[in-house]
């Protein structure tokens, strides 16, 4: 199974279709200055699993929120080399972590933007343990739920949901 980080950036108020390419832009770029890469909208269909974890309609996109995928390269499709949950690959996994708290904490420069969901999931989960957290905490967080629910003493339950909103 191929893990993946998705999700949805929500806006308070749908932005016009020529303000949404700009902030699609923005998006791309305050990845890629993280080393990151990222698939938005109707790009995150190259995913499946991403697709169906976050139940859009074929072919639909709502104007309130983009759908997004994270990668760690432009030539990946899933989230392996992202999410490590592995023996001896905590550090590593921290590394990367921190990298897509990097990314978070550079998007609410986009006044648009009212809160952010992302969902980690190894392959077609469909149950999402969903909590509120704060943009200062997602890192320690994010590795608690991904270890916990993925690493090498996990046990079988719900994949994590991570909900970010405006800090303030």
Not at 29 to 34: C, S
Not at 69 to 87: G, K
Not at 108 to 125: C, M
Not at 129 to 152: N, Q, S, T, W, Y
């Amino acid at each position: 199974m191929s893990f993946v980080v998705c999700g949805f950036f929500y806006f308070g108020n749908e932005p016009l279709r020529d303000r949404q390419t700009e902030i699609g832009t923005l998006l791309v770029r305050a990845a890629l200055a993280q080393h990151l890469f990222i698939h938005l909208g109707l790009s995150v269909r190259a995913l499946e699993s991403a697709w169906d974890i976050l139940e859009i309609p074929q072919g639909r996109l709502s104007g309130d929120r983009i759908p997004f995928s994270i990668t760690e390269s432009p030539l990946d499709i899933d989230a392996d080399s992202l999410i490590v949950p592995f023996v001896n690959q905590e550090e590593l996994l921290r590394q990367n972590v921190a990298r897509v708290h990097g990314f978070l904490a550079s998007v609410w420069t986009i006044p648009e933007l009212d809160r952010v969901s992302v969902y980690i999931s190894e392959g077609y989960d469909d149950i999402f343990d969903e909590r509120h957290v704060e943009l200062a905490d997602f890192e320690v967080i994010a590795v608690k739920e991904i270890l916990a629910a993925f690493g090498p003493t996990s046990i079988s339950g719900p994949s994590p949901k991570l909900v970010l909103t405006r800090p303030n």
